[in-house]
């Protein structure tokens, strides 16, 4: 199939029919006009693990937050960002930051997703959290790797298609990084998409990613071999 390459005088790029979320044209710009963040073209496809690095400052956040559709008050969204989807899930940085922090962890979850009891433990196990004592703790009582395990568990029982995860592995050693994120990998089913912002490149390996770089805002798209060089998206 072939298509125009121009619509009425604007670019015009073909949405990618696997895809489950897309951005054209996109920007995000300060209420004073400054832009913080371009994207030309990006589909996010079913299934896939996407990693996105780069220094800090750089616009992975606000990446995060574009493909989330909610950005943070104050700054302005232009472009177009297409997707059917009603939920998405997120990992962040502090798991307590998912959780409310003094309902018990496995009431909680029952409440948040509407899982039966059984599918909740089912999870908890899954992500390591198997003492019963832990599933009557509220989030508060958990320490961070629990509480991060925790919000995996959360992602995954939302079943969203898409799920974000925004530095889930910054406050861990590399060993529980690997776990967490091989948790996360499992946990997130075949079909369901993964977005995992961070400042480790040794993440794109441990997931065998996709990988976008952000550099000032400016989103490249990291070609698998490093030979084959990159190319902005
Ligand atoms: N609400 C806001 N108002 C103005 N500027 C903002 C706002 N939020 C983010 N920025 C700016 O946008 C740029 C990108 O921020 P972002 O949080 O996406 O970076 P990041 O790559 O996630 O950084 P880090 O790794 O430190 O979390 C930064 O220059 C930041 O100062």
Redesign the pocket.
């Given at each position: 199939m072939t298509y125009p390459s121009t619509l009425e005088g604007m670019s015009y790029v073909p949405m990618d029919p696997r895809s489950v979320l897309s951005l054209r044209d996109a920007e995000?710009r300060?209420a004073e006009g400054a832009t913080?963040?371009v994207v030309d073209a990006l589909d996010v496809r079913a299934g896939e693990r996407i990693v996105v690095t780069?220094?800090?400052?750089?616009?992975?956040?606000?990446?995060?937050?574009t493909l989330a559709g909610r950005w943070?008050?104050?700054?302005r969204f232009a472009g177009r960002r297409t997707t059917e989807l009603d939920r998405i899930g997120f990992v962040p940085q502090r798991g307590l930051d998912a959780l409310h922090p003094l309902v018990p962890l496995a009431r909680q979850l029952r409440r948040v997703t509407g899982a039966d009891r059984s599918s909740v433990v089912r999870v908890l196990e899954a992500v390591g959290l198997d003492d019963p004592a832990l599933h009557r703790r509220r989030p508060t009582e958990l320490s961070g790797g629990q509480a991060q395990r925790a919000s995996v568990a959360l992602a995954a029982l939302t079943n969203a298609p898409l799920v974000l995860a925004?530095?889930p592995t910054s406050a861990l050693d590399h060993e529980s990084r690997d776990q967490t994120l091989r948790l996360l990998d499992e946990i997130v089913g075949a079909t369901q998409a993964l977005v995992v912002?961070t400042?480790d490149a040794a993440v794109v390996r441990a997931l065998g990613a996709r990988h976008l770089a952000?550099s000032d805002?400016v989103v490249t798209e990291l070609s698998p071999r490093a030979e084959q060089g990159s190319s902005r998206i």
């Open positions: 995000v300060t913080l963040l780069g220094p800090s400052g750089s616009g992975k956040s606000l990446l995060l937050s943070p008050a104050g700054l925004d530095e912002a400042h952000v805002g």
